[in-house]
């Protein structure tokens, strides 16, 4: 069993010509994360539209891992009440759209990995647009790996399909 030596993954923006048939991420996919990056090039007609960018993370030359961000917005309902100087009904936020991690290199903190680099990419661009938090859509299945990571369950509205978690990354003054 190979460990991840964190000091040496690495990331790139998915390029139109990239290869990705080596990459296969369908073990206990419920979320379509397989077939988002490989069936009839989603992921990469996503980009070409700016519908959603998604990063390729590797170890040396190995494809690891990726997830697929974009700007998106967050109810004040599902969020915990908070004492704000702004009130607002919608909260600026960085859409984590899908991540995914590949079948051989499974549990072993790459996920939250990614996670945190996303993270770390919305406190960045928080310097340049506003963006408050991240967010993403799950099923059950994966709110305990999220919760781990520091993600926080919102409150559920009607129509939901899907559970809402949110991570805080604004810094209050």
């Not at 993370?57 to 915990?80: D, K």
């Not at 009130?87 to 945190?116: E, H, M, Q, T």
């Not at 809402?164 to 990354?169: D, E, G, H, Q």
């Amino acid at each position: 069993m190979v460990n991840v030596d964190f000091d040496k993954v690495w990331f790139k923006k998915l390029l139109m010509n990239d290869d990705l048939t080596a990459f296969h991420c369908n073990k206990d996919d419920d979320s379509g994360c397989d077939e988002f990056i490989h069936k009839e090039e989603e992921a990469k007609q996503y980009q070409r539209e700016r519908h959603g960018i998604t990063y390729l993370f590797f170890q040396e030359e190995t494809m690891i891992g990726y997830v697929t961000l974009a700007m998106s917005s967050i109810s004040a309902e599902r969020l915990e009440q908070e004492d704000k100087k702004i009130r607002l009904k919608f909260y600026p936020c960085l859409l984590i759209g899908r991540l995914a991690v590949s079948n051989d290199w499974r549990n072993k903190d790459i996920g939250g990995y990614i996670a945190d680099w996303a993270t770390g990419l919305a406190l960045e661009l928080s310097e340049q647009v506003g963006c408050r938090y991240v967010v993403l859509e799950a099923k059950e299945s994966k709110l305990k790996f999220y919760n781990n990571i520091g993600f926080k369950k919102g409150a559920s509205l009607e129509g939901d399909r899907l559970i809402w978690l949110y991570k805080k990354i604004a810094v209050d003054e």
